[in-house]
């Protein structure tokens, strides 16, 4: 029975509240569209808070919100490969649940990896390791599934980064036409080549 102290019942902390609002301003405004005021206000915590938690400001939250993005969706696809017998059924509900986030949203929430991975620049270093570090762990999960199903390992990770390359030029495309069927094109295509090993 969960108590006072269960982290699944307690109600998230400063840090992870300012870490939800960063991911959800990041997934609907993007990086420089995200004002520090609406972040604060989004998050319910005073400005001093965010650089006690945060001394490297807006940016270090932003990488906190890349990393603990990589980590749920890491979660999700482990959940999801072992629900499933065969990747490519565990992939098609992984790109289901984005679609039906972006369709829910009026097309308006995107991928907060992409949104920050198209603003950040050379001079962000920091932030493009974590995006660098995060598409690899997921392309590492969906290659080490594919692998498992009896795919080569050099074929796995070639599929593993197109799977990656698709769902989220996918999303892009989907936002901007306000309809999912250049994700679902895309995806369908390729989820076929996953259940052929050669």
Same mark, same amino acid.
């Given at each position: 029975?969960?108590?006072?102290t269960?982290?699944?019942?307690?109600?998230?902390?400063?840090?992870?509240?300012?870490?939800?609002?960063?991911?959800?301003?990041l997934?609907?405004r993007?990086l420089?569209g995200?004002?520090?005021?609406e972040?604060l206000?989004?998050?319910?915590?005073?400005k001093?808070?965010?650089y006690?938690?945060?001394?490297?400001?807006k940016?270090?939250?932003?990488?906190?919100?890349?990393e603990?993005?990589?980590?749920?969706?890491?979660?999700?696809l482990d959940?999801?490969?072992?629900?499933?017998?065969?990747? /490519?059924? /565990?992939?098609?509900?992984?790109?289901?649940?984005?679609?039906?986030?972006l369709g829910?949203?009026?097309?308006?929430?995107?991928?907060?990896?992409?949104?920050?991975?198209?603003?950040?620049?050379a001079?962000?270093?920091?932030?493009? /390791?974590?995006?660098?570090?995060?598409?690899?762990a997921?392309?590492l999960?969906? /290659?080490?599934?594919?692998?498992?199903?009896?795919?080569?390992e050099?074929?796995?990770?070639?599929?593993?980064?197109?799977?990656v390359?698709?769902?989220?030029?996918?999303?892009l495309?989907?936002?901007?036409a306000?309809?999912?069927?250049?994700?679902?094109?895309?995806?369908?295509?390729?989820?076929?080549?996953?259940?052929?090993?050669?």
């Amino acid at each position: 029975m969960p108590t006072s102290t269960d982290k699944k019942s307690a109600p998230p902390g400063t840090r992870e509240r300012l870490v939800g609002a960063m991911i959800r301003t990041l997934q609907t405004r993007g990086l420089h569209g995200a004002g520090l005021s609406e972040i604060l206000a989004l998050a319910k915590a005073p400005k001093g808070v965010l650089y006690h938690h945060f001394p490297g400001g807006k940016n270090a939250l932003a990488v906190a919100a890349v990393e603990t993005t990589v980590a749920w969706s890491c979660d999700w696809l482990d959940k999801l490969m072992d629900q499933h017998e065969h990747p /490519a059924d /565990a992939l098609r509900d992984w790109i289901a649940r984005a679609m039906g986030g972006l369709g829910d949203s009026g097309f308006e929430i995107g991928c907060p990896m992409a949104a920050v991975a198209l603003e950040s620049t050379a001079a962000d270093v920091e932030l493009r /390791a974590a995006l660098a570090r995060g598409f690899d762990a997921i392309r590492l999960r969906i /290659a080490q599934a594919l692998v498992r199903a009896g795919h080569d390992e050099q074929r796995a990770r070639g599929l593993a980064a197109l799977m990656v390359a698709a769902y989220e030029g996918g999303l892009l495309q989907a936002r901007v036409a306000n309809d999912v069927t250049p994700m679902l094109q895309a995806t369908d295509t390729l989820l076929l080549l996953l259940k052929t090993k050669e």
